[in-house]
C-alpha cells in the first residue's frame, strides 16, 4: 500500500504541494488572510460584485423568504421559479435560444460534454483549457486530440484527419484563464462550419469582462452561431456561485435529461440564485462596472510592459507574470505578501512543466493608488530575484 506520507513528501519536494490559507474577510481589494491584511490581487471577483450590498440584499431576502437549501435535486422538488426566470435572462444575455443553470461552473463542464459526445466521437481540445473542461473531456470516452494554443492552422489539420462522418466537438477557453489571452474565436467558427463540428466554449473568466454587455467570447466578437454552445459561470465577474450552459433549446433538453452533474445533485439554494439575477441586472444596467475594469486593465497593462516581464500575451484583466519555476514563483509570491500584497503562485499541473507565474487580477473596484503600489513591488522583487 501507497503511503499518503511519500506522496506529500514528493510534492513538497517538487514545489507543488499546496496548502489553504484561512480568509477571515469578506471579498474586497483587500483581504484578511491568517490574521495578516492584504491588498488582493489574485481573485476572479472582476467587477467587485462579490460583497456588493445589492447581491448580499436579494440573497439575504430570498433566504429569507425561501430558506436556506432548495431540499432536492431540481427534476426532484428543487426546481424554484427562480431558475426559469434567470435562466430566461442568461439565454437573452448570451443571445441563445435557452440556458440551464448547474450547481458550479466545473459540474457544467464536467455534465455537459460527456452528455453531447461519446465513444467514438472526436474532441480536439486547446493546450491550455482549463482543467475542468479536461476532465469532462476525459469523463466522456471520445477520443481526445490537443491543438496547440490558439493555433487554428493546427486545429484545421486535426479535422482534415478526423474520419468520414465522425461527431466532432472543438473545446475551448473564452479567456484563457491562466493566461488571460482571448480563443480566436471568429476562425474556430468558420472552421467548424467547413468541417461540420460543434464548439463548446468556457466562458467563465469571459462573462461579465468581454463584450458590450459583458455577455462573453462571441459578443466581443460579434458571433452568434447555432454550432456554439457557450458556458459561464456566475462564481466569477458576477460575484456569486454557479455555473450554466447556454445555446439551443434541444440542447438543453438533452442536458436536463442526460447530464449526470446535473441529474444527480441538490439544486441550488434560492439565496445563491436571487443574487446571480441580481447581478445579471447589475452588469447591465450599471456599464460603468465594466468600464473601470479595463481602465484599470489598460493602466496596468501599460505599466507593467515597461517594466519587461513576461506576460504571455495576455489580454484581459488576468495578467500572467512568467517566472519558471515553481520554487521561484513562491518565493516571489512570498516577497509580495511581506510587502502587503496577495497574489498567489501558480504551479504546475494547473500550467505545463517550467511555467511557473505569477497571475495577477485586475478588479474594477481597484484604486490606482493600490495598482501603483503592487508595480513598485513587482518592479523590486523582480529585480531582487534576477526576473527583469
Ligand atoms: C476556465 C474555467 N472554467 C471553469 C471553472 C469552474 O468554475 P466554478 O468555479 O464556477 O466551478 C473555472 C474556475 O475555476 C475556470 O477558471
Redesign the pocket.
Known sequence: MRQFKETLRQLRAQGLYRSLLQTDSATSTSVKQDGQKALLFCANNYLGLANHPVLKKAAAEAAETWGAGAGAARLVSGNHYLYKTLESKLAQYKHTAAALIFS???MA?LGTIPAIVQKGDLILADRLN?A?LVDGCRLSGASFRIYRHRDTVHLEKLLQKRKSGQNVLIVS?GVF?MDGDIAPLPEIVRLAENYDARIYL?D??ATGVLGQNGGGTAEHFGLSNPRLIQMG?F?KALGGFG?FVAGTEDLIQLLINKARPFVYTTALPPGVLASALAALELVQSRPHLMAQLWENQAYFHQKISELGFNLLGSETPIVPILIGSSEKALTFSKHLLEKGILVSAIRPPTVPKGSARLRVTLMAVHTQAQIDLLLHALKDIGKKLRII
Open positions: 458550479t461552473g466545473y463542464n482549463h475542468s477557453d484563464s468556457d467563465a473568466h459561470t462564481s455555473g
